[in-house]
C-alpha cells in the first residue's frame, strides 16, 4: 500500500503538480486532472465525465486503482507505471525508448516517477 502511495504522488508530480492540478487541463489533447487522464481513459469513473469534473478523492482513487490493476497484469511497478503514459507499450520493454509523440519516452517516464517516488529503478 505504502508503495502505491508513494507512485501515485510521484506520478501526479510528474503529470502535473503543484497548485490546482486537480483541475489542470492539457493544452494539446482532451487529458485533464492531476494524473491527466484522457477522456477514453477516464472512462466515466464513479460517474463523473471527465477527471476535472471528478473531486480530488476521486481521481486519486481512479489512480490507485489504476495502478493496483496494472500491478496485477504485470507483477512489475515498472510496467504498472508505464500503463499510465502508454498501456500499448507497458509490457514490452523493448519499446519504452522509442519516442511518444508529445510525451517523454516510456523509459524516462517511468525512470522520473520512481526518483520522485524516491524508489529505486
Same mark, same amino acid.
Given at each position: 500500500?505504502?508503495? &502505491? +502511495?508513494? =507512485?501515485?504522488?510521484? &506520478? =501526479? +508530480?510528474?503529470?502535473?503538480?503543484?497548485?490546482?492540478?486537480?483541475?489542470?487541463?492539457?493544452?494539446? +489533447?482532451?487529458? *485533464?486532472?492531476? #494524473?491527466?487522464?484522457? %477522456?477514453?481513459?477516464? $472512462?466515466? #469513473?464513479?460517474?463523473?465525465? %471527465?477527471? *476535472? $469534473?471528478? /473531486?480530488?478523492? @476521486?481521481? $486519486?482513487?481512479?489512480?490507485? $486503482?489504476? =495502478?493496483?490493476?496494472?500491478?496485477?497484469?504485470?507483477?512489475?511497478?515498472?510496467?504498472?507505471?508505464?500503463?499510465?503514459?502508454? !498501456?500499448?507499450?507497458?509490457?514490452?520493454?523493448?519499446?519504452?525508448?522509442? !519516442? @511518444? /509523440?508529445?510525451? !517523454?519516452?516510456?523509459?524516462?517516464? @517511468?525512470?522520473? @516517477? #520512481?526518483?520522485?517516488?524516491? &524508489?529505486?529503478?
Amino acid at each position: 500500500r505504502v508503495i &502505491i +502511495s508513494r =507512485l501515485a504522488n510521484a &506520478i =501526479l +508530480s510528474q503529470e502535473t503538480g503543484g497548485v490546482n492540478a486537480y483541475y489542470r487541463k492539457s493544452y494539446s +489533447s482532451s487529458a *485533464c486532472g492531476a #494524473f491527466q487522464y484522457m %477522456s477514453t481513459s477516464w $472512462d466515466n #469513473f464513479m460517474g463523473y465525465k %471527465s477527471a *476535472c $469534473d471528478a /473531486p480530488e478523492w @476521486v481521481q $486519486d482513487q481512479r489512480m490507485i $486503482d489504476e =495502478l493496483k490493476s496494472s500491478y496485477a497484469t504485470y507483477h512489475d511497478w515498472r510496467m504498472a507505471v508505464a500503463a499510465h503514459l502508454s !498501456p500499448s507499450r507497458a509490457g514490452n520493454m523493448a519499446t519504452w525508448n522509442r !519516442p @511518444v /509523440p508529445g510525451n !517523454p519516452t516510456v523509459n524516462q517516464y @517511468v525512470r522520473a @516517477v #520512481f526518483k520522485k517516488a524516491n &524508489i529505486a529503478y
